[in-house]
């Protein structure tokens, strides 16, 4: 406590900030002392139910994905705020937050372990199951972002990670609790499953391989990628390719886990969205706790938006920064259950069978997480937009030609925020985060076929082929001057 008083807060300037590296973890050796200090206070969490006029709380070590009460709501991993501010004072927070990310003091150097004390404080930390998840690079995409007539655009790299998708940072609180249960005998589990439009199950199968815990993943057959289906069977699970959409699979599933002492790894459980919120704060942390004015969250079952929303909420209501960015749904077209409720004055919301789309694993039709979602956009003054399979392309073809490399999912955060700078919504100055759900390189059979001008509904404007030529110098030259002047 009073080591982290003396903590001097470093504050660059806004010019400085944006001409440094974008990475902000780099931890002294003398400082891993100071990274371990325990809150003094003991912290809890507990399940609440999600359902406002029910209140009901459970215990974090019961299995148990929804409430008993009449409306059968999600649960909320839920914090005693009160003593999380006696414990510490919010610039003591943020101290500790910032000291321990990107150290290599087990747990802490996580980026989502780094928050321990807000995520699963009681947990012991040998029955943490981490791959050091998270400190995912924030990327200022200053070329991509003048030419959408933005001055900052930044990309939360959330795919640049363990298993290349954003699902690791939830899926490390989730089998770390199911590790911790079996250690400790608190519940019977002998498998965990999920059902997966590809990146839940690759991080499912990652996490339990690690723990040596048994894994069952439920995929719709055809529907997702080549690497996405190879990560769960590199990693040993038991694979079941179903014949049906993921919507069908997770039905299916909570069939099982209901039947069998199999626990349920989706996103309905709510350690999962614990995990996926520490996002939030480590954009914070990255521009030095100053709040962005838009964050934009390529969705499908609807809970990683929830999950970016209660991050920056608690950083808020603790009184670490002081204010919530607007959040934005970004919906694909064809799978738009969402968008459609938001277009109608959210009079209705009706689930939709989705159709197939560039951005597969959010070809979600049923989201799970909708109260969650409709909640988070009511406190943040939220928005939903959607993009087509053509919009979804052209502009990962166009972010790509100023060197990224961009997922489908991340092309739908893109395009939305395209629409929304032109119709004036977002301003030239706004600070504008799109978070990269996943890594592009798990989705080259759909970014080859845009190049190859292959893909349904899509014109390939930007297409860019390998010119094959005779091994002759001369033919290399006369081709170079056909693209550019020499
Ligand atoms: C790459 C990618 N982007 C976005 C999502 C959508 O997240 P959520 O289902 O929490 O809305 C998923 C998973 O479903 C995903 O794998
Ligand atoms: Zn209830």
């Known amino acids: 406590m009073e080591l982290l008083g003396r903590l001097t807060w470093v504050r660059r300037s806004p010019r400085a900030r944006l001409g440094a590296p974008a990475r902000q973890f780099s931890t002294p050796r003398l400082d891993l002392a100071l990274a371990k200090t325990p809150p003094p206070a003991s912290l809890d969490a507990n399940f609440t139910c999600f359902n406002q006029n029910c209140g009901k709380t459970f215990s974090l070590g019961e299995v148990r994905y929804r409430c008993a009460c009449e409306k059968n709501a999600l649960l909320d991993v839920t914090h005693d705020y009160e003593k999380i501010k006696q414990a510490m004072s919010p610039s003591d927070w943020r101290a500790l937050f910032d000291r321990r990310a990107g150290s290599t003091l087990w747990p802490y150097g996580s980026g989502v372990w780094s928050k321990k004390e807000w995520i699963l404080p009681h947990i012991d930390n040998e029955n943490i199951v981490s791959m050091f998840e998270g400190n995912s690079n924030l990327f200022w995409a200053e070329r991509f972002g003048k030419t959408l007539g933005l001055s900052e655009l930044w990309i939360k790299q959330c795919g640049l990670s363990h298993t290349a998708s954003f699902k690791d940072l939830g899926m490390t609180v989730l089998v770390s609790q199911v590790n911790h249960m079996r250690k400790t005998g608190q519940a019977e589990i002998a498998a965990v499953g999920c059902a997966s439009t590809g990146d839940t199950s690759a991080a499912l199968a990652a996490y339990c391989a690690a723990a040596g815990i048994p894994c069952i993943v439920v ?7 080549t690497a996405q289906l190879l990560q769960p069977i590199a990693n040993g699970a038991i694979v079941l390719n179903i014949d049906t959409d993921f919507d069908g699979c997770m039905k299916l599933i909570q069939e ?16 999962r969205i614990e995990g996926q919120k520490s996002a939030a704060l480590e954009i914070l942390q990255q521009f030095d706790w100053e709040v962005p004015d838009w964050v934009v969250v390529p969705s499908g079952n609807l809970g990683n938006i929830y999950a970016f929303w209660k991050g920056f909420n608690m950083a808020f209501e603790l009184g670490l920064v002081n204010k919530v960015p607007r959040m934005v749904v970004a919906q694909a077209h064809n799978a738009n259950p969402l968008y459609r409720a938001y277009r109608d004055g959210w009079t209705n919301f009706a689930p939709i069978k989705a159709e197939a789309t560039v951005a597969s694993a959010i070809q979600i039709g049923d989201p799970v997480s909708i109260d969650r979602a409709i909640y988070a956009l009511n406190r943040s003054d939220g928005i939903v937009e959607e993009a087509n ?3 979804i392309m052209d502009i990962s073809a166009r972010a790509d030609m100023t060197g990224m490399f961009t997922c489908p ?18 301003d030239r100055d706004d600070r504008v985060i ?9 989705f080259t059979q759909s970014k080859v076929a845009y190049h190859e001008g292959k893909l349904k509904d899509v014109i390939s404007k930007h ?3 390998p010119i094959n030529l005779p091994d002759k110098s001369s033919a290399l030259i006369d081709a170079l001057r056909t693209r550019i002047k020499l």
């Open 434 to 442: 799109v978070v990269s759900t996943a890594h592009g390189l798990k």
């Open 463 to 465: 297409a860019n082929q």
């Open 256 to 271: 099982i886990v209901g039947e069998v002492p199999i626990y349920l790894a989706n996103s309905l459980n709510s350690l």
């Open 219 to 225: 995929l719709p057959r055809g529907k997702i990628t």
């Open 409 to 426: 999912h991340t092309g739908v955060g893109l395009a939305v925020v395209e629409k929304l700078r032109q119709k004036g919504t977002i």
């Open 389 to 391: 399979e053509d919009e």
